[in-house]
T-cell receptor, first 112, second 113 residues
């Protein structure tokens, strides 16, 4: 069983609110990722980190920001939520040797 | 050209049949290959790694063809519970270890009774 956790699992929030999606892993993985996925659609990489104090934007432009102050923690923040941000957000981490990735259960975000 | 390409399907297959699908990748430096399974509204989960010599896990067989830059997944005696989206993942390596993951769009498989 993967030791990577996301909170909250579900979030319904009003337009303009600031939100932070939490992601933590206890596997000591250096690499962590945030993906956005709409129902039935492909995964889109929005942010990634190769270690503490390292963050990069992914392939899909996103208005969110991330931080990596600790190895185990990779939160994603939306300063002002909009209905277009409604989606599922998946966090993952991977080992630098085997490259096997493990996913959290996701946060399903609805902005009304 | 996308880095990792998969036929999105859907593949509609009768229960008990054998089904196979491929995934092509464009980065010749890719060194690690995986198949993930994603159920509807769930997170992707690792199904199997793909080794150079090929590997088998029960009804599932994965193969790698480096010359043609593709990997394949074969499912024998398909079960209703095999219905899912199968994601191909590749990664290259640099001095810092494994680079980021590159996911295909996934192949949607439906096993019919």
């Amino acid at each position: 069983e993967a030791d990577i956790y996301q909170t909250p699992r579900y979030l319904v929030i009003g337009t303009g609110k600031k939100i932070t999606l939490e992601c933590s892993q206890t596997m000591g993985h250096d690499k962590m990722y945030w993906y956005q996925q709409d129902p039935g659609m492909e995964l889109h990489l929005i942010h990634y980190s190769y270690g503490v104090n390292s963050t990069e934007k992914g392939d899909l432009s996103s208005e969110s920001t991330v931080s990596r102050i600790r190895t185990e923690h990779f939160p994603l923040t939306l300063e002002s939520a909009r209905p277009s941000h409604t989606s599922q957000y998946l966090c993952a981490s991977s080992d630098s040797v085997s490259a096997e990735a493990f996913f959290g259960q996701g946060t399903r975000l609805t902005v009304v | 050209r996308k880095e990792v390409e998969q036929d999105p399907g859907p593949f509609n297959v009768p229960e008990g049949a054998t089904v196979a699908f491929n995934c092509t990748y464009s980065n010749s430096a890719s060194q690690s290959f995986f198949w993930y399974r994603q159920d509807c509204r769930k997170e992707p989960k690792l199904l199997m790694s793909v080794y150079s010599s090929g590997n088998e896990d029960g009804r599932f067989t994965a193969q790698l063809n480096r010359a043609s830059q593709y990997i394949s997944l074969l499912i024998r005696d398909s079960k209703l519970s095999d219905s899912a989206t199968y994601l191909c993942v590749v990664t290259a390596y640099s001095g810092g270890g494994a680079d980021g993951l590159t996911f295909g769009k996934g192949t949607h498989l439906i096993i019919q009774p």
